[in-house]
């Protein structure tokens, strides 16, 4: 494509002298003399004619003009804007990404070019920018461009599952599925994100891409409330690949909700195939928690903690476990560390709020209901 | 490039959007400066632009102020900072090169160099520009420090010096933990696949990544080798019949001190790629250790015959010819190898104890002295820690 583009260009550049001389002769020249005149009005000459060309889709003719355009005046925010999204049009991402930066060091506010920059990094699989600058086009709004904000979605969730960001990526995934877009492309994106695996849905390996499917299908199921749906893909998964990781781990999360003895079996088998698995460990251990067997579970909390010393979710579960055991200070201390870690997460609120409460601390209490409150109120927002 | 989404119905109804909706209210520009006359105006201008982060105004500026005095150093500096930050990687190397022509302290212009080269995809001389910023001491901010260091071990991988590049990676993992990028890069490096993360073909992603993993955990300090088996027996499940992947587990084994394992994982190798000269290096080192003179002379041989222009492959085969007492041919073998590597102390080490062998003393003594001579320059890659002098903040030259 990115050659039938360049031919296109180099067949279009012969005959575009003459194309191009139809608008001079009907503008007439400008009457002032001198270099900055002439130089102005072949400016205006040649921005006029790349939008008419732009406008009755002779593309390739308004990239020549637009970029002769930039040429006398490199900043201008049009002619960089057009001339990138002409480029994107074409898959000749590098040039639209270089036009791009340009347009958004002139004017770094704009959604919808941090947008266009970010698929075209995408493109160029400069993954660490792409998914940065995609972001940023998030935060900066999209307006009502709902078809890029649904590309901008979905590059986002990819992304953040290669950068081993399952649970964001989980999430918004599952907001795209709330919204009501189509289900069928995001199969594998979630089956990725279920099974954590950081890849795109392009790098799958071909025999893991059923694998992958079922995992995707069978969020899909729980998230319709599909139950029987879901245990049927579940079991497939676990027929077909009984020694596969993740893939216990997935079912056994599943029927943590429904039937917690068959759930802890799954997880400790998947235990099994992957003895470091935090989640799984941190699973159990909840599961320990629920159960009023807290010795067990801050046993598997400190081996999380031991495993994985960054992760903010085995805080969490080992400050649970401490408070559960009785030694409320020190989970406190935990659920504090985990708060500090990830502050928008409503349940370590809750969590401090209750042991605060408890262990009359009313001014804590308050300030962890505030946030609470606060985190409550934006995820209300749309 | 357009694999990735082909076919995707959101990203081509995207392209439609693209084209018919996309006019965008554009945002007024900042205003335009006064044009100022003299060049302290408009430096004063450019920094006062600078500080107010109007980047556009402040790079117009800059460029202006450069027009009327271009032996400006600190302009350049100041405007290729600008330009790097904007990612505008190819406009920034320009201001750069003339910085670096300018000042006596080009190191930290020297990683700028090396990073706008990389992203503009001129590697060789992106290589060449990271090693002279190690020459000239690796210095600059913490974080310039550690962005070079990780292109610096991704171009040494494409240019297939994989243990300079894993190195360099090692000492980044120790100050900075685990990224995905980091795995990534250790992956390809202890693969030897001589490509960038951005160039690999997809479907060797999932090994990149089980490798790299196994490679991050075995790398740590203290190494976690329960974890990197881990990874490593996934990856020996899922790719078995490639040759790569044996030899990464037989280096990992190595690591480990578990040297018939790790012989059994290099055989492996050879199995699958009976010309695997680099497996018969490995496989001859432990044979050399378990006191099996023959064999490892047997396969250095053969190593030497493949790839007579490795270094390693002769200098194996001369200590398996001193392990039989053969210390003439081990001479020849590893002044061979001195030729090919003459950077690496540990030929020189192994040929002073030949010449020691054979009575030759005074040449015995020349070695040991290249020894140290050599050990100081390779500190070139040495710890990071050891020899950066972490600066606040790079010091332009003043103005002219």
Not at chain 1, 219 to 232: F, G, H, N, S
Not at chain 2, 20 to 38: D, E, I, N, S, V
Request: hydrophobic share 40%; proline share 6%.
């Amino acid at each position: 494509m990115i050659v039938r583009a360049a031919l296109l260009v180099l067949l279009t550049a012969s005959s575009w002298s003459q194309e191009t001389s139809a608008p001079q002769k009907v503008t007439p020249a400008p009457r002032a003399s001198g270099p900055v005149a002439s130089k102005a009005s072949s400016f205006e000459q040649l921005s006029h004619a790349a939008e008419r060309a732009r406008n009755e889709n002779r593309n390739d003719e308004a990239i020549h003009l637009y970029q002769q355009a930039l040429e006398l005046r490199p900043t201008w925010p049009e002619g960089l804007w057009y001339l990138s999204t002409l480029f994107y049009e074409k898959e000749r991402f590098v040039e639209a990404r270089d036009h791009l930066r340009r347009f958004l060091t002139v004017d770094p506010q704009t959604g919808p070019a941090w947008a266009l920059l970010g698929m075209s990094e995408f493109q160029t699989r400069e993954y660490t920018r792409s998914l940065d600058h995609l972001q940023r086009s998030m935060s900066l709004g999209l307006g009502d461009r709902k078809e890029m904000a649904q590309s901008v979605f979905y590059f986002v969730a990819v992304l953040r599952t290669r950068f081993e960001l399952y649970t964001d990526s989980m999430n918004l995934l599952m907001a795209m599925v709330k919204s009501g877009q189509p289900t069928d492309l995001l199969i594998e994106p979630l089956g990725l994100a279920a099974l954590r695996l950081p890849f795109l849905p392009a790098e799958i390996p071909a025999d893991r891409r059923e694998l992958v499917r079922l995992a995707g299908q069978a969020a899909l199921a729980i998230e319709a409330q599909r139950q029987e749906d879901a245990e049927k893909l579940f079991m497939q998964m676990v027929t077909k690949y009984p020694d596969e990781p993740g893939v216990h781990f997935l079912y056994g999360a599943y029927l943590m909700d429904q039937r917690p003895d068959e759930g802890m079996r799954e997880m400790k088998r998947e235990l099994e195939i992957s003895p470091s698995n935090v989640p799984a460990r941190l699973r159990i251990a909840e599961q320990h928690i629920k159960e009023e067997r807290p010795v067990e579970a801050l046993q598997l909390a400190q081996q999380a903690i031991a495993l994985e010393p960054t992760s903010s979710t085995a805080r969490l579960i080992l400050g649970e476990s401490l408070i559960a055991a009785g030694d409320s200070a020190k989970g406190i201390a935990e659920l504090e560390k985990a708060r500090d870690a990830a502050p928008d997460r409503v349940r370590t609120h809750w969590d401090l709020l209750r042991a605060y409460t408890a262990a009359g601390r009313p001014e804590d209490a308050k300030r962890e209901k505030e946030a609470i409150e606060k985190l409550n109120t934006q995820t209300s927002q749309p | 490039m357009g694999w990735l989404v082909k076919g995707h119905p959101m990203y081509i109804s995207t392209m439609l959007v693209v084209s018919l909706l996309l006019a965008l209210a554009l945002t007024t520009q900042q205003p335009p400066p006064a044009k100022p006359r003299t060049f302290e105006e408009i430096a004063k201008q450019a920094d006062a632009a600078r500080t107010a982060d109007h980047i556009q105004q402040a790079i117009e500026l800059y460029t202006q102020g450069l027009r009327l005095r271009p032996s400006w150093a600190e302009g350049w500096w100041l405007l290729g900072s600008l330009l790097y930050d904007q990612d505008r990687f190819q406009e920034a190397r320009a201001a750069f090169i003339r910085f670096t022509a300018l000042t006596s302290k080009p190191g930290p212009a020297y990683a700028f160099l090396g990073l706008c080269e990389y992203e503009t995809q001129d590697y060789d001389a992106a290589l060449k520009h990271f090693r002279s910023w190690a020459r000239a001491g690796w210095s600059g901010t913490p974080n310039l420090i550690d962005v070079a260091v990780f292109h610096f071990a991704l171009l040494l991988t494409r240019d297939g010096k994989f243990l300079e590049a894993l190195y360099l990676l090692a000492t980044e993992e120790a100050k900075k933990g685990s990224s995905p990028a980091l795995v990534e890069a250790m992956g390809l490096a202890s693969l030897c696949m001589t490509n960038l993360p951005e160039d690999y073909p997809p479907e060797r992603r999932e090994m990149v990544w089980l490798v790299g993993e196994a490679a991050f955990y075995a790398s740590l300090d203290p190494r976690d080798f329960a974890r990197a088996n881990e990874y490593a027996a996934r990856l020996l499940s899922r790719f078995d019949r490639e040759p790569n992947v044996h030899f990464f587990r037989g280096t990992l084994y190595n690591f480990e001190h578990k040297g018939e394992q790790a012989a059994a994982e290099f055989r492996k190798v050879i199995e699958l790629f009976p010309d695997h000269a680099a497996a018969m290096v490995e496989l001859a080192r432990i044979d050399l250790t378990y006191d099996r003179p023959e064999e490892a002379l047997s396969l250095a041989k053969r190593a030497t015959e493949l790839t007579p222009v490795d270094s390693e492959a002769h200098d194996v085969m001369g200590q398996a010819l001193f392990a039989r007492d053969r210390f003439l041919e081990s001479v020849q073998e590893l002044e061979t190898a001195k030729r090919l590597a003459p950077d690496s102390s540990m030929i020189r080490v192994h040929l002073a104890r030949t010449y020691g062998a054979l009575g030759r003393k005074r040449e015995a003594q020349e070695e040991i002295a290249a020894v140290k001579l050599l050990k100081d320059k390779e500190q070139i890659l040495a710890p990071l820690e050891e020899k950066t002098r972490v600066r606040a903040q790079h010091e332009p030259t003043k103005r002219q």
